[in-house]
């Protein structure tokens, strides 16, 4: 929707991190978009804003930043960019439900920003959803339209036509009733799921500090002026071979460690629809030496043995 209220067409230029899930892309490429990578902060994991703007050409329109693991990014940087060349931002928030930078919530920072409420969230419409928040009024009414397939059935029911129909292009993203109330239980509760994250976070980061404090491994980084949603809880270890000895390690005695992403400018399709702009410096050089650890509500009973499995390995 953020594409196509956009009106991103064919040659049209977006940049964002290469270090990120496939849907930012796909949103995009879908209405025909180049990508245009940008390397990533090994710090954050997130867009190195201090990069972008050798990224823009005249056929850039958007800047995406992705706040991975709900960490934001550099946005005050990134928003002045956008102004100077005149480029839209759009926030992939699917991470950062709860999350601030310098007391803004993320995803109301951008023109438009999109949160997941996919199984993997803080919270979540049963499996699939998503959220398109608008910051920009410009929009409002249109994506009323693109949301109902493309008619004015909104304006109809408030009475403001007497009959609705086909007024542009959309598509079916209403959200169906049965997540909507799944959704509707989960934000009820939503304080109470996220002050457990944040306490299962919390005691990963104490019960691994003597980890980082001999050097074995690197524990996530919270800029000042941003929050932390728990929504994810990473660290860096040394390189690729101590990753993969890590992940058996747990796997052996039962505990589902993962990693991700696989950089989109090295991937089938990223060869296709991207190019990389500038070095990959940090990317694929950090992506693989972070470890993901298990992160649910209810969690906390079980840190004790993630954390001796994890250091009885090092
Ligand atoms: C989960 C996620 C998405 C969106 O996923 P959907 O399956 O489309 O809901 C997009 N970007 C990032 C960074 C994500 O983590």
Redesign the pocket.
Known sequence: MAAILLDIKEDDEVIMPSY??V??ANAFVLRGAKIVFVDIRPDTMNIDETKIEQAITDKTKVIVS?H?AGVACEMDVIMDIALRHDLFVVE?A??AIMSTYKGKSLGAIGHLG?Y???E??NITSAG???LLIINDERFVERAEVIREKGTNRSLFFRGMVDKYSWVDIGSSYLMNDVSAAYLWGQLEKIDEIQKNRLKSWNLYHESLKNLEKYGYIELPTIPKECTNNAHMFYIKVKDLETRTNLLNCLKDNGINAVFHYVPLHSSVAGEKFSRLNGKDVYTTKESERLVRFPMYYGLEKNIDKIVQNIKKLF
């Open positions: 990120t899930f849907s930012t992705v991975y992939d699917a991470q999109a997941s409420f996919h993997t969230k699939e959803g998503g």
